[in-house]
C-alpha cells in the first residue's frame, strides 16, 4: 500500500554528531531513516526497522522506518544528509538552499534493502569511491 504524504528534512542530534565520520556506520544508523508517527506506520503495515521507499517526484530513496509519534499523521521526516538529498526540491530559486520541507511524497513498505553511502555514491558517479 501506498501513502501521499509531506516530506521534511532537518538536523537531529544522533545525525549531527556523526557528520565527521560520513562514512561509519554509526551516521547510516542516524541518517538512513523515515520518522512517522505509529498511525500511519500501522496503516502501512510498518514497524520500527522496516525498510521503505519514499518517492517524490525528483527522485526515490529506501531507508529505515523509525516511529517518532510527534510527527503530524501525514508528515514524516528524513534527516539531512545523502539519503534525504535523493528526494529533495534540488532547485535553489537563487537563495543557495534546495527545498527541504513540505515535498510531495509517496511512502510505501518494501523489500528493498537500503543503500550505503558508498553504494549511492558509485550509482551517481562518485568515481572511485572505495
Not at 532537518?10 to 547510516?28: A, H, N, P, V
Not at 521526516?77 to 535553489?92: C, D, K, R, S, Y
Request: charge should be negative; charged fraction near 30%.
Amino acid at each position: 500500500m501506498k501513502r501521499k504524504v509531506f516530506l521534511i528534512t532537518g538536523r537531529t542530534i544522533d545525525q549531527g554528531t556523526s557528520l565527521e565520520t560520513k562514512t561509519l556506520e554509526s551516521y547510516f544508523e542516524s541518517a538512513c531513516l523515515c520518522e512517522m508517527n505509529e498511525k500511519l506506520m500501522k496503516e502501512l503495515g510498518i514497524q520500527d526497522g522496516d525498510a521503505i521507499k519514499v518517492m517524490t517526484e525528483y527522485g526515490e530513496v529506501v531507508v529505515r522506518a523509525k516511529r517518532n509519534d510527534d510527527n503530524p499523521q501525514d508528515v514524516i521526516f528524513i534527516p539531512m544528509g545523502l539519503w534525504a538529498n535523493l528526494v529533495i526540491e534540488p532547485h535553489t530559486s537563487g537563495t543557495g538552499m534546495p527545498g527541504y520541507k513540505g515535498v510531495d511524497a509517496t511512502v510505501e513498505r518494501t523489500e528493498e534493502k537500503p543503500k550505503s553511502m558508498m553504494e549511492i555514491l558509485r550509482e551517481y558517479g562518485g568515481g572511485d569511491v572505495k
